[in-house]
């Protein structure tokens, strides 16, 4: 029963560090969207990724942030630089062809920046 | 630009009441509503959903209605066990669109007491 798998739960990073957060969709999903939920609220849209592409990054910052989802592997969010405010969960979803799918999401990266 | 409402923040009720959570969207093109439970240091499940073709629909002791003209969804769970505490999320999506954001409420938190 292979959900949503991300990793690593907990991250710590100093400011001015990189952040690297993994994601590995459900077999057989090809649609993946990473969101965020700062303490206390709900999530918040960040990016949508197809296989080799981003197809929605209105809500990522222009900066420091990234994503990709390459032909092999998990998908990939990176934070440069980070900041005490990048503190947050970040959480992965996936959906099978077509967009018009439920998302199931995995358990999320628990990101700290000391 | 989009926006999902849900009320109550806050929900406490005896075991084997019903709790309702009701949550409306502002874009009238929206045409997907999941519902997702997250528990303590885990990620949102999916629990039900419904699609804009569809007024209600039930699963066991768990029932989403839609009404599309006011923009309102509401969340009905019956007979309310101590497992089904948590904070619970709607969102909302237009699946037509070139984007898979789903725009979530702020959620409630669920409490049942035995």
């Known amino acids: 029963n292979a959900g949503v798998m991300q990793n690593p739960r907990h991250l710590v990073r100093r400011r001015g560090q990189e952040a690297r957060l993994r994601c590995s969709p459900m077999k057989g999903h090809s649609h993946v969207y990473w969101y965020r939920q700062l303490p206390e609220e709900g999530l918040k849209f960040m990016v949508y990724l197809q296989k080799e592409n981003i197809i929605d990054e209105s809500g990522m910052p222009k900066e420091r942030f990234s994503a990709e989802f390459p032909k092999e592997g998990p998908s990939i969010l990176r934070i440069q630089q980070v900041v005490r405010g990048d503190s947050a969960a970040y959480f992965c979803?996936?959906?099978?062809?077509?967009?018009?799918?439920?998302?199931?999401f995995g358990d999320g990266t628990r990101l700290s920046i000391l | 630009g989009e926006n999902v409402e849900q009320h109550p923040s806050t929900l406490s009720v005896q075991e084997g009441d019903s709790a309702v959570i009701k949550c409306t969207y502002s874009d009238s093109a929206s045409n997907y509503f999941p519902w997702y439970k997250q528990e303590l240091g885990k990620g949102p499940q999916l629990i039900i959903d419904?699609?804009?073709?569809?007024g209600e629909k039930k699963d066991q002791r768990i029932a989403v209605t839609l009404n599309k003209t006011a923009k309102h969804f509401s969340l009905h769970i019956t007979e309310t066990q101590p497992e089904d505490s948590a904070v619970y999320f709607c969102?909302?999506?237009?699946?037509?669109?070139?984007?898979?954001?789903?725009?979530f409420g702020q959620g409630t938190t669920l409490q049942v007491k035995p």
């Open positions: 419904i699609r804009s073709n569809v």
């Open positions: 979803a996936s959906s099978p062809q077509g967009r018009d799918q439920p998302q199931h």
């Open positions: 969102a909302a999506i237009t699946f037509s669109s070139n984007t898979g954001k789903l725009i």
